[in-house]
């Protein structure tokens, strides 16, 4: 089993900056890709960032330019920087990890990120 815990979600301005931060602990040696997803109130989960135990990175349109996911092999912690904040980045924001035979997946609880005017 794999244990998720997101941190450093907040209140931030539209045009601001905030990291977001997961922590995996467990059988982490089972995880090939580890990703961001995201969920605005009445909208269905969206992946945001993704990157592979190789290093190889993804980023939905969105927030393509403004994003950044990275990882520290020796915390075991994925990152989320995310910059110039927009009003629609307003979610909760869900660290998620998968197997290679995306047999196994796991999710975080969340973290709120809100985005003011």
């Known amino acids: 089993q794999v244990q998720l815990a997101e941190s450093g979600g907040g209140l931030v301005q539209t045009g601001g900056s905030l990291t977001l931060s997961c922590a995996a602990s467990g059988s982490i040696i089972s995880i090939n890709v580890m990703d961001w997803y995201r969920q605005a109130p009445g909208k269905q989960r969206e992946l945001v960032a993704s990157?592979?135990?190789?290093?190889?990175?993804y980023y939905a349109d969105s927030v393509k330019g403004r994003v950044t996911i990275s990882r520290d092999s020796a915390k075991n912690t994925l990152y989320l920087r995310m910059d110039s904040l927009k009003a629609e980045d307003t979610a909760v924001y869900f660290c998620?990890?998968?197997?290679?035979?995306?047999?196994?997946?796991?999710w975080g609880q969340g973290t709120q990120v809100t985005v003011s005017s």
């Open positions: 990157i592979t135990r190789a290093g190889s990175t």
């Open positions: 998620h990890g998968r197997s290679a035979n995306f047999l196994d997946h796991y």
